[in-house]
């Protein structure tokens, strides 16, 4: 039990299909975040929310919008997506931002597949 | 630009062998830099080390941080099958990010 879930676990997808990928963690944090990983490569951040404000855009595509309603949710909206989209999304929290002053804890990840 | 580089990439051993795995950085305003082992899905938190923090042990687990090189060491000793993972270094500094490497692939033989 790492007390960050995600939902839905895997998630096959068309390009002109809308999903939402849905985070909640049970730690009361105060930041949460989006991270995208592809085989062979870094973790990449992709959204930051502290006290449900949005403080780091990632330079990422619109095709993905983030939506934090709270502070113990945090949803990714996909839409138009592509095969290169395909990753495995992973969502963390942390007490609160502040330049990696605070461990993150992730949740299991969705494994998303563009097709 | 910021970055984090571990190595090796893989590496393969056997039980009870003892592992030292590397990370080093370039991080604006270094604040603080995390372990984490990665088995199949969401990384689990080992460690985090900071100017305040240099060396860290958890059972067969330690890890040192060296801010004069810039990097920083976990060691495993006693290697188990269940230690077989992706182990992930991570720095925080001046922006609100955790700056990944790309992991070191463990993997344990019987």
């Known amino acids: 039990e790492t007390g960050v879930t995600q939902t839905p676990r895997h998630l096959v997808m068309g390009m002109t299909n809308k999903k939402s990928l849905k985070c909640e963690q049970h730690l009361g944090h105060n930041a949460m975040y989006w991270y995208k990983q592809s085989a062979k490569k870094p973790l990449e951040l992709m959204f930051v929310y502290n006290f449900k404000e949005q403080t780091e855009n990632n330079s990422v595509p619109s095709r993905f919008s983030p939506e934090c309603p709270n502070s113990s949710h945090l949803f990714l909206h996909l839409h138009t997506l592509q095969p290169e989209d395909s990753a495995l999304y992973l969502c963390?929290?942390?007490?609160?931002?502040?330049?990696?002053?605070?461990?993150?804890?992730f949740g299991p990840g969705t494994r998303l597949t563009v097709t | 630009e910021d970055k984090v580089v571990q190595s090796p990439l893989s590496l393969v051993v056997h039980e009870g062998d003892t592992v030292t795995l590397n990370c080093s950085y370039e991080v604006t305003n270094f604040r603080s830099l995390l372990w984490y082992k990665q088995e199949k899905k969401a990384p689990t938190f080992l460690f985090m080390l900071?100017?305040?923090?240099i060396e860290k042990k958890s059972g067969r687990l330690s890890s040192i941080l060296d801010k004069k090189e810039l990097s920083s060491i976990l060691n495993i000793t006693a290697t188990q099958t269940g230690d077989s993972a992706i182990y992930l270094c991570?720095?925080?500094?001046?922006?609100?990010?955790?700056?990944f490497g790309t992991g070191t692939l463990l993997a344990v033989q019987p």
């Open positions: 900071t100017s305040s923090g």
């Open positions: 991570a720095v925080g500094g001046a922006t609100n990010k955790l700056i």
């Open positions: 963390a929290s942390s007490q609160e931002t502040s330049g990696g002053s605070y461990e993150q804890y």
